[in-house]
Nanobody, 124 residues
Framework: QVQLAESGGGLVQAGGSLRLSCAAS????????MGWFRRAPGKEREFVAA???????YYADIAKGRFTISRDNAKNTVYLQMNSLKPEDTAVYSC??????????????????WGQGTQVTVSS
């Protein structure tokens, strides 16, 4: 079992930055691939970024060039650094874990465990 807890969301002005954290607990975290997803108001959940256990990264077009995903395996934590934020980035951001250590997937079905999400609001 893996439990995920996101933090770091908040209200930020357009052009600003936020750093989200996802802390994992449970004895089965070792070897998990991790991803970030978001759900904006009135929209479906969409993929943001993914990172494998070894550090390989994959970004959605909506994030590429502005967001950076990273992880600290010793701390069982994955991060999402978000720069140049836009009002359309407003969403609930959730992290997810996959049992596949090498996965860097944007497909929701690849992930078995999900956090409850943290709200990011970007004002114009």
């Amino acid at each position: 079992q893996v439990q995920l807890a996101e933090s770091g969301g908040g209200l930020v002005q357009a052009g600003g930055s936020l750093r989200l954290s996802c802390a994992a607990s449970g004895r089965t975290f070792s070897g998990y691939g991790m991803g970030w997803f978001r759900r904006a108001p009135g929209k479906e959940r969409e993929f943001v970024a993914a990172i494998a256990w070894s550090g390989g990264r994959y970004y959605a077009d909506i994030a590429k060039g502005r967001f950076t995903i990273s992880r600290d395996n010793a701390k069982n934590t994955v991060y999402l650094q978000m720069n140049s934020l836009k009002p359309e980035d407003t969403a609930v951001y959730s992290c997810a874990a996959s049992v596949a250590a090498g996965i860097i997937s944007g497909r929701e079905y690849e992930y078995e465990y999900w956090g409850q999400g943290t709200q990011v609001t970007v004002s114009s």
